[in-house]
Each structure stands twice: as C-alpha cells, then as structure tokens.
C-alpha cells in the first residue's frame, strides 16, 4: 500500500498512474477545457494539466469531477477493516462513493465502487468511533472458544436460537476485530478449513509465517506471505522469500510449490518495502482438494442457493498458478459469488465464514 503525505498527492497519484486508470488523457484535456483552461492540450502530461485544474478549482472539485477514487482494498489495508465495514460505512454515509474502476476477472466485466480521497485521511480513532457506535449485531450468549493465536487474538463462537457468530477478539481491550454470521448448525468439515486459516487472513494482530508452516503440514492449499525488507530489488525480494520457505522445510526447486509475487512497494516506508507473494502447490488444482457437491450442499444450507455450478467447477479445475495471475488488488477483492467462495477455499477459511461475508449475516 502506498503511503501519500496528503490528499493532494493522493488525488494527483492516482489521475496519473499507469496502472488501474482512472482518467483518461483526452477527458481531463476536456474538463480542463470545460472549466477555461483553453491551453491544456495533448503535448501536456497528465499531471501538469491535473496541476492546473487544481489551481483553478481546487483538489476536492477535481477529484469530484475526474471521479478520483481509492479502492476499498486500500482502505481495507490502511484501517484493518473488512469490505463489508467499508459497504456498511458507504450506506450509512460515513464513506463516500465517487466511481467505479472497471476491469475483467476469469474472462468477465466487473465493476467495483472507488471511494473518496479524502476518506483515505479519516482518522483510525475516527473509524474505531464509528465501528463502536455501529455494531452489527447484539451480543448473545453460549459462548464456545474455537482458536487462540499467538498474540492473544480469540476466535469465540456464539450461538443464538437460528444464528451463529464467531467474533474475532482482541482480549486486550475487548476489542471486536471482525463478526461473522451464519446459520446455526455443524461446522462443514474438510482437513483444508479451519479457523488457524483464518487467522492468517490479515485485519488483526497475527503471526503470518505460520501459514508456511500450515501450507507445509498440508492443512491449507495455499498462502500468501507478507513481508518488509530494505530493498526493491526483485532479486532480493525474491531471495528473502527463499529464505523463509526453507526455514519451514518448503522446497521451491523440488518443483512441488511455486509462487507469484502479487504486490511489492514502488517507494518505501521509514526505507522498508512492502512485497506480498502467493505460495500454491504445483500440477495442483482446487478439485483435488475439494469435492464440488459436498461444497455446494455446505452453502446450500447456509442458504447460498445462487451459485453457478459450471462457473465454480471451472474455477477449481484451474491449475493453482492461474488464480494468482491477477493484479493485487482483484486477488485480494474478489467480487463474483464464486470468485468469493474459490478464494475461500484456496487459502482454506471455513465455509460459514465465506458464508458470512456473501450473506452479510442475513
């Protein structure tokens, strides 16, 4: 995630990237037109000409009218919040939507909403007020404790007349990182979802080198990895991954994992660069993990009726390296039903909590 010193940086970063764009050259030559300025012209760059719009009319009308926006991944990264936060945050008006950046995913158009610039500046004492004065359930009773992490994080289940909820809490300050509903029955049983796998997600304190060990010991189909280093350096990112694999007994030249680098920092933070990679067993694919029917009954009872059997089974019969051979921010934000529920199981999070986030807890 990039770290921008103000608003104005924000906004004027992302008319100019290269990637992921928002504005095209010849439509802000227009609206530069629009507002007087006659001599914006196509022998200008993208940033003089969104400098100059600025003079005149100020970053906040800018980013209005050019429908500047961050992503809900980057808000996701920067508060440690979840998606369907940001969704509740929007409704209730806390956030505000200003577009939509469009792009295609497994051979299909999508659409995913963009946010204002100036919500990337609120505050976390600002979200932390507002996810307190806007919790999403009452709290019931029967409590059951399912998973402790290391650092103390608690994964509580709590069971209601019709609904379940496992809330993730920090026992430190009874703090409620996360809630996830579902109907009330058995958990779906599979060697390859847990809880632990779940941990391991991000949004909460966490020991994220476990999930090599995890992938290791088989109890998971794949994982990501996160981590800094003084270097942007391919090379040494990808050395340094090396290393942490071959702590945990993972041999990448045996041919048996294989892994992508999803995202890495252009500019560094206090001189530390930010890579992500996603590590998947090789001449794997999800089917052989997973049987489709069992899964498809599972959510049937959480009441997910509207899945496409075709599209999913396509999906779990691609080989591994294909689901991350995608942007970052896609990876991390799937939109389909089925793109949700193949990220669940590719990295092993129990089907109730997949369930939740496609519900809503409804």
């Not at 941990?199 to 020991?207: I, R, V």
């Not at 794997?284 to 959480?302: C, F, G, P, T, V």
């Amino acid at each position: 995630m990039k770290n921008y010193s103000n608003v104005e940086v924000l906004i004027l970063d992302k008319i100019t990237q290269k990637s992921n764009v928002q504005i095209l050259k010849p439509d802000l030559i227009n609206l530069a037109h629009e507002i007087g300025l006659e001599e914006a012209n196509d022998k200008m760059d993208k940033f003089t000409i969104a400098f100059l719009i600025a003079e005149k009319i100020g970053y906040d009308e800018l980013a209005k009218k050019a429908k500047i926006g961050v992503s809900s991944y980057e808000l996701q990264e920067k508060f440690n919040i979840t998606n369907d936060d940001i969704k509740r945050m929007a409704k209730d008006g806390f956030l505000t939507v200003t577009g939509s950046e469009r792009f295609r995913l497994y051979g299909k158009d999508l659409e995913a909403p963009l946010y204002s610039p100036y919500d990337f500046f609120k505050t976390e004492q600002e979200i932390k007020d507002w996810m307190t004065a806007h919790p999403k359930r009452k709290v019931m009773r029967k409590e059951t404790t399912l998973y402790i992490n290391q650092r103390g994080i608690k994964f509580v289940r709590i069971n209601g007349k019709n609904m379940s909820c496992v809330k993730v809490i920090d026992p430190a300050d009874d703090f409620v990182h996360m809630e996830y509903w579902f109907r009330k029955m058995p958990f779906f049983e599979s060697p390859y979802m847990s809880w632990a796998n779940l941990d391991l997600c991000g949004g909460w304190p966490a020991n994220d080198e476990l999930a090599l060990l995890y992938l290791k010991e088989r109890t998971k189909p794949a994982a990501t990895i996160n981590f800094e280093i003084r270097s942007k350096s391919l090379s040494k990112g990808k050395a340094h991954l090396d290393d942490l694999l071959h702590r945990y007994g993972i041999n990448v030249e045996e041919k048996t994992f294989g892994y992508a680098l999803l995202s890495k920092d252009d500019k560094p933070y206090e001189g530390l660069y930010n890579w992500i990679f996603g590590i998947y067993p090789e001449n794997k694919k999800l089917s052989d993990y997973y049987d489709i029917d069992e899964i498809l009954e599972a959510y049937r009872k959480q009441g997910i009726r509207s899945i496409d059997r075709d599209d999913l089974a396509f999906l779990m019969d691609l080989p591994m390296s294909d689901h991350f051979d995608m942007p970052c921010e896609m990876f991390f934000c799937p939109i389909t039903t089925e793109d949700v529920i193949v990220k669940g199981m590719l990295f092993g999070y129990p089907i109730e909590s997949t369930a939740a986030l496609i519900t809503k807890g409804e």
